[in-house]
């Protein structure tokens, strides 16, 4: 089966960094993914990792270790553009689609 | 280039009814996966077609089918529907051989979303 476990809500400050964990317990591991969701909208892909350590991409990093079955996504700088919700999602192989965790909602105030 | 289309974007049904979503993947793109939302949730996968074939499934009932055209395009039918269905119905597109080759990264409609009262 399939277990991703990540925090409901989250409120910071615009300009400050935050950082969002995801856990997980899955038959099998292919990558895992994180997607931003604004609401009412669809979920963009954020990143995407396979093997341990950071990945980074302008303001958006996001970190793996597959021994821990853990990963987070950290925002710099944060927007206030950047509350919504964000999805940790894991592939359990190549051929396999994507589980969704519950997702955390990001709230950025001024 | 056009990404992932979905239609209706709303719609409203009564107990008991059957509704059809329909979806076009984006260009190039030969997979296809759906996912129900409901409020506050993740999405949760409820089948994909490839080579117009259900290729995996979700935990969902079989009052959920679909289908995929040639052109790649697919329909999502849920019958006899119940309140528990009101969701956002997502449309998700990929190519398989990224999937084998490395990041498999799913392009998703904006959903229609339907309220079953």
């Known amino acids: 089966g399939q277990n991703i476990d990540q925090p409901t809500e989250m409120t910071a400050t615009e300009g400050a960094i935050v950082q969002i964990n995801c856990t997980y317990q899955t038959s099998g591991f292919n990558g895992l993914f994180w997607y931003q969701q604004h609401a009412g909208e669809a979920p963009t892909f954020l990143s995407y990792n396979v093997l341990d350590g950071l990945e980074e991409k302008g303001r958006f990093s996001s970190f793996l270790s597959r021994s821990k079955g853990y990963s987070y996504l950290l925002l710099k700088e944060l927007q206030m553009k950047d509350s919504a919700s964000y999805l940790c999602a894991v592939r359990a192989s190549g051929y396999s689609t994507l589980t969704f965790g519950k997702g955390t909602m990001l709230l950025v105030s001024p | 280039d056009a990404g992932v289309t979905q239609s209706p974007t709303h719609l409203i049904k009564t107990r008991g009814q059957q509704v059809t979503l329909r979806c076009s993947p984006k260009?190039?793109?030969?997979?296809v996966s759906w996912y129900q939302q409901a409020l506050g949730q993740g999405p949760q996968f409820i089948f994909q077609?490839?080579?117009?074939?259900?290729?995996q499934r979700g935990n969902f009932p079989d009052r959920f089918s679909g289908h995929q055209f040639p052109n790649y395009s697919s329909e999502l039918n849920v019958n006899a529907l119940l309140l528990g269905d009101s969701a956002l119905y997502l449309c998700?597109?990929?190519?398989?051989?990224?999937?084998?080759?490395?990041?498999?990264?799913?392009?998703f409609g904006a959903g229609s979303r339907l309220t079953v009262l």
């Open positions: 998700a597109s990929s190519l398989v051989a990224e999937g084998l080759a490395g990041a498999n990264v799913l392009t």
């Open positions: 077609y490839y080579e117009e074939e259900e290729r």
């Open positions: 260009s190039g793109h030969d997979t």
